[in-house]
């Protein structure tokens, strides 16, 4: 399919984190652009503030009829949308091209320099690095984020089109629409078992994924993984190493080893070995591309983060309140690496809103062992994003295991007052649901009280 001919692009599910960046793409590039959502949303109202038209009830009444013609829109769907879907429906029985977000970010980067990020944790941050570095390098990217990059408050970065960096999700197999030049997985843990039914499915699409690559393309992989490819690790033996940490004023100060040369003195501010190990891929992978080593460097230094990716909302001597979108049971324990390295003797308190029913199921004693590491719980009632609720997977089900005499399962209602009850000096909210729209409520509340 030819983009170019194509005028007018209607998104379902247009406020979905990677469905916005499409949508700000094209609209960057002088197309129609509208859509419907579920809820309004600091997402949906940001593209709103581009003229974007949105709506939030599920009819086709209310699509402008320009979208309407077949000859010349072209319609984008996530597939977080229900099959039941009205708009959905009417749109793929009355002759429209249907597409799902991943085939659109497969048809945008087939004529580019594609650098792609797999992975099932620090896909986002990975690529938001990356993208940074690339930007400050002065190469002339796109690069689509699945999350809000606090260097550019958007999930676009856009400088031209030579080269795309893009975030390769594993989600419903989506990735194996891409054929990158340059692309590395940064884990392969068991994820989306509702999807794949056991976790060697997983790992075969991830194989899949990476005959994908382009002939002459290089594959980068964490040490360990059962892949061959270009190797990065944090104080090991790999291709490209990460050694001699240290942590000064929160920032961590290293020295890289790769292939060629020794890198010293590197500087990069987000807490935790998880993100260090994000940065050092992310270098890795623009190194081979060809940035130069100096602005590298100083790229890296000015990176800010990915807002709900262990982003600080209250930072004073009396009270640390952070925000993270973990929602697996190895981001919780990244998590929890990063604020016992970052403040070794204080209390934490960690309030995490379950995210799916299929997940809390299929990781139980995982999430009950991970949470179980801080010293209070707060737990919520399952988000159930696309989801019906599954007998007997609760919140306190998984609250009953696990071990720590602090735990209990509020509402939304109280946990306000149930924070307050706490003497913890750190306070955390983890979770991909809605537990991000309380951010700002806790926030307010927690400053008023300091």
């Excluded at 982003?311 to 990244?334: G, S």
Aim: proline residues 3%; aromatic residues 8%; hydrophobic residues 40%.
């Amino acid at each position: 399919m030819n983009l170019n001919s194509i005028h007018n692009i209607y998104f379902i599910g247009i406020g979905g984190i990677g469905m916005s960046a499409l949508a700000r793409y094209f609209n960057a590039n002088n197309k129609n652009v509208a859509g419907y959502d579920k809820t309004q949303t600091i997402i949906t109202e940001a593209l709103a503030a581009l003229n974007i038209q949105i709506h939030f009830e599920d009819s086709v009444n209310n699509i402008d009829a320009k979208f309407l013609n077949p000859e010349n829109t072209l319609v984008v769907y996530t597939p977080a949308i229900p099959k039941t879907h009205i708009e959905l429906n009417y749109f793929k029985s009355n002759g429209f091209k249907v597409l799902k977000r991943s085939e659109i970010l497969g048809l945008i980067t087939e004529n580019t320099f594609c650098l792609a990020v797999a992975g099932t944790h620090g896909k986002t941050t990975t690529t938001s690095i990356l993208g940074h570095l690339m930007h400050e390098c002065d190469v002339k990217l796109t690069a689509f984020l699945g999350g809000i990059s606090e260097n550019y408050n958007s999930n676009l970065i856009l400088k031209g089109t030579e080269v795309s960096v893009v975030e390769a999700d594993e989600f419903d197999r989506s990735f194996l629409t891409l054929s990158p030049d340059l692309a590395c997985i940064t884990s392969m843990d068991a994820d989306h078992l509702d999807i794949y039914g056991k976790a060697s499915e997983l790992i075969n699409s991830f194989e899949d994924f990476s005959k994908k690559i382009k002939p002459n393309g290089k594959l980068f992989i964490k040490n360990g993984l059962p892949l061959k490819g270009i190797t990065y690790g944090i104080e090991d033996d790999s291709d490209y190493s990460i050694q001699n940490i240290k942590i000064e004023n929160g920032t961590y100060v290293f020295d890289v080893k790769t292939p060629k040369i020794v890198l010293e003195n590197l500087q990069f501010n987000l807490p935790g070995r998880h993100n260090l190990s994000n940065a050092l891929i992310a270098l890795a992978m623009a190194v081979e591309y060809g940035c130069p080593n100096q602005q590298l460097a100083k790229a890296l230094a000015s990176y800010k983060g990915v807002k709900r990716r262990f982003t600080y909302h209250i930072k004073t001597e009396d009270l640390v309140f952070i925000d993270d979108y973990a929602h697996h049971p190895e981001e919780i324990n990244a998590v929890h690496q990063a604020v016992r390295e970052m403040y070794p003797n204080q209390k934490v308190l960690a309030i995490f809103q379950p995210h799916l029913y299929s997940r809390t199921r299929d990781f139980i004693d995982d999430f009950a062992k991970s949470l179980s590491q801080f010293d209070e719980v707060v737990l919520l009632d399952i988000y159930p994003a696309r989801e019906l609720p599954i007998e007997g997977v609760t919140s306190n089900w998984l609250l009953g295991k696990i071990n720590n005499k602090n735990k209990q399962l509020v509402s939304k209602t109280e946990l306000l007052k149930t924070i307050h009850k706490s003497d913890a000096q750190i306070i955390l909210t983890i979770g991909a649901g809605d537990i991000g729209e309380e951010v700002k409520h806790i926030k307010k509340e927690l400053s008023i009280a300091s």
